[in-house]
């Protein structure tokens, strides 16, 4: 990442495609993310960037941090299922705003019940409502 933001020119944007490594693309010169976990937390994400691109470095590192832990668990199976299940979560909150996924559609299948503990306890940890 490093090399292609140095040798890019001007008009060519580098995103991040692994939310776990944002921070570290946008202090190489990457521009942005392509963000599964923005599907829960829009804001804090896009407070992320915005904080490091104006350069309010340690803000940025502070969501760093504090999403982390979410970061890994929204991988800890095949995307979008992790994903998908928590959006799905989040739905059964009143006023959350967020449609109902739905079931599992072929060839998608449920999480495992002890990385959807995983998930579950990860969002918890995190502030988001999950009962």
């Given amino acids: 990442i490093s090399e292609t933001c140095r040798l890019a020119p001007d008009d060519f944007y580098v995103w991040s495609g692994d939310d776990a490594l944002t921070l570290p693309v946008l202090a190489v010169g990457g521009h942005g993310v392509i963000s599964v976990t923005a599907n829960l937390i829009p804001r804090d994400v896009r407070s992320l960037v915005h904080s490091y691109l104006q350069g309010d470095i340690k803000t940025a590192l502070s969501f760093h941090q504090k999403m982390s832990d979410l970061n890994k668990v929204l991988f ?32 998608l299948v449920p999480l ?6 995983k998930l579950f306890r990860a969002m ?8």
């Fill in 112 to 117: 495992a019940p002890e990385n959807e503990q």
């Fill in 76 to 107: 800890v199976e095949t995307n979008p299922i992790p994903v998908k299940t928590a959006v799905s979560k989040l739905s059964q909150s009143p006023g959350s705003g967020l449609p109902h996924c739905g079931l599992f559609r072929s060839p």
């Fill in 124 to 131: 918890r940890e995190y502030g988001l409502p999950v009962s």
